[in-house]
């Protein structure tokens, strides 16, 4: 069965560095989506992505945030100048287009960042 | 209020036994409903969805929803050890293809043998 993957796994960063969370959506999918879970809460919406834009964007994806969609199969969320607070489980989401917007969405495994 | 309430558990079943997961909703706008597995250190896993009111079946699991009291519900008939893990419920508005999900908490339970 397709699988939205996401690399790495594991990410350790020191505080005010730049890092890439990559993921790789299910073939044929064109809505794109990144959520975050901190350790023992909710999993929270950041962004939504579709035709190469962002559709929608949570009061968490600020300016220290952006994601693209560099070539045909990957995407890919930059958390710049990274805070501890930034530390926590990263998911990628993808879903079919146009003709089934009422499809679910798959997650990835997630990338765990760590800040230190 | 929150938009999405779930009750966190921790729920401890013994395996065979019939559980009932629920969440509540304020947001009358949401009328598109999931239920996601997920075991530690994973994404969360697909289980159910559905857009109507009324029961879904899909083998030990059946999907619950009735949007006049906003409550969705989530049996596991038979349960068992493996179906231990946080069970999420998640929704949006039905309109656009784009719509974020809004998750609850997610209730934790153990199936114990």
């Known amino acids: 069965e397709p699988e939205v993957t996401q690399t790495p796994s594991h990410q350790v960063t020191q505080m005010g560095q730049e890092v890439i969370l990559r993921c790789v959506p299910i073939s044929n999918h064109l809505y794109f989506y990144w959520y975050r879970q901190i350790l023992g809460q909710k999993v929270e919406f950041l962004v939504s992505f579709y035709n190469n834009e962002i559709s929608e964007k949570s009061e968490i994806f600020d300016d220290q945030f952006s994601v693209e969609r560099p070539d045909g199969s990957n995407f890919t969320l930059k958390i710049r100048s990274t805070k501890l607070e930034d530390s926590a489980m990263y998911f990628c989401?993808?879903?079919?287009?146009?003709?089934?917007?009422?499809?679910?969405?798959?997650f990835g495994d997630g990338t765990r960042l760590s800040i230190l | 209020q929150k938009e999405v309430e779930q009750d966190p558990g921790p729920l401890s079943v013994p395996e065979g036994a019939i559980v009932s997961l629920n969440c509540t909703y304020s947001?009358?706008?949401?009328?598109?409903f999931m239920w996601y597995r997920q075991y530690s250190r994973k994404g969360p896993e697909l289980l159910m969805y559905t857009y109507s009111s009324g029961n879904k079946e899909d083998g030990r699991f059946t999907a619950q929803v009735d949007k006049s009291s906003k409550y969705i519900s989530l049996f596991i008939r038979d349960s068992q050890p493996s179906d231990s893990a946080t069970y999420l419920c998640a929704m949006s508005p039905i309109s656009g293809g784009y719509n974020k999900l809004i998750f609850g908490a997610g209730t934790r339970l153990a199936v114990h043998p």
């Open positions: 989401a993808s879903k079919p287009g146009t003709g089934y917007s009422n499809q679910p969405q798959h």
């Open positions: 947001n009358s706008a949401f009328q598109y």
